[in-house]
């Protein structure tokens, strides 16, 4: 399906807000939960096809330098009244291809995107809830917050480059939220090996950098006593690839993320 830019906003240094619509966005329907991504289509300068096209006639009928890059992100939030996405977009200047995208878009460009698909959701049975990433993880945990009724215990440990990274967190459940700074190595980690975690069963959500990613999963299984089925583990990227490096390799590192210390 095609979208167009409804409007833009700038929320951090870091991050900016895409908010899309169109008539396309009619059939778009939101699983049941609050990691919800698409995959976004997006199309070198100089594309031999129109600003809308078919990933797959675009495969099929152009040569592979012309073929749309792919990203897949979460969506921040979904507007069924309004049919409107809202999207937020890393940015780290002109490095990769979806953030530079975001950071000159205007109202009524065009994005073409697939999807909607996801898989986590705050489990109502947990007896507390821990979310735990980096920005590429934020708008999955702010939408999951923002699902957590009253009474709910959320404890949250995000991490981003300083102060001015950090952003307001909506929710009426019972929060435990603490940024962390990179400001020396396992800030992150460091900051889930020393919370006080509450009594009972908990879901946990950790996503974002692989190498952090994979030691606080870990320490979850190895030293907290969770279990893999307690747990929605992701290495969304890594340190020092790109996103297509990182997918050459994300298979063989989930692999080898599996084989680690694990009671399941």
């Excluded at 990691?35 to 990933?55: I, K, R, S, T």
Aim: hydrophobic content about 40%; some cysteine.
């Amino acid at each position: 399906m095609h979208t167009r830019v409804v409007s833009t906003t700038q929320l951090t240094p870091g991050m900016i807000r895409v908010v899309l619509g169109g008539d396309d966005l009619a059939g778009f329907a939101m699983p049941d939960s609050t990691d919800a991504y698409v995959n976004l289509a997006l199309p070198p300068a100089g594309a031999p096809y129109d600003e809308v096209f078919d990933p797959r006639a675009v495969r099929d009928e152009h040569p592979r330098e012309t073929w749309p890059v792919r990203r897949r992100y979460t969506v921040r939030a979904w507007d069924p009244a309004a049919q409107q996405l809202t999207i937020d977009f890393v940015v780290h200047g002109d490095r990769g291809v979806a953030g530079p995208w975001a950071a000159r878009a205007e109202p009524g460009d065009v994005l073409v995107l697939e999807g909607p698909s996801g898989g986590y959701r705050p489990d109502p049975e947990a007896d507390w809830h821990l979310l735990v990433g980096d920005e590429s993880a934020l708008p999955a945990i702010a939408a999951s917050l923002e699902a957590l009724p009253a009474g709910a215990r959320a404890v949250v440990r995000l991490i981003c480059d300083s102060a001015e990274h950090e952003q307001p967190l909506a929710t009426e459940a019972d929060l435990d939220l603490v940024w962390v700074h990179r400001d020396r190595p396992d800030a992150l980690l460091d900051s889930v090996r020393t919370l006080d975690a509450p009594a009972g069963r908990a879901h946990a959500f950790v996503h974002g950098e692989a190498d952090e990613i994979r030691a606080i999963r870990a320490h979850l299984l190895g030293e907290r006593g969770l279990t893999r089925q307690q747990m929605s583990c992701s290495p969304y990227w890594r340190h020092d690839m790109d996103d297509e490096a990182w997918r050459e390799v994300k298979r063989d590192f989930v692999a080898a993320m599996d084989a680690d210390l694990d009671p399941a």
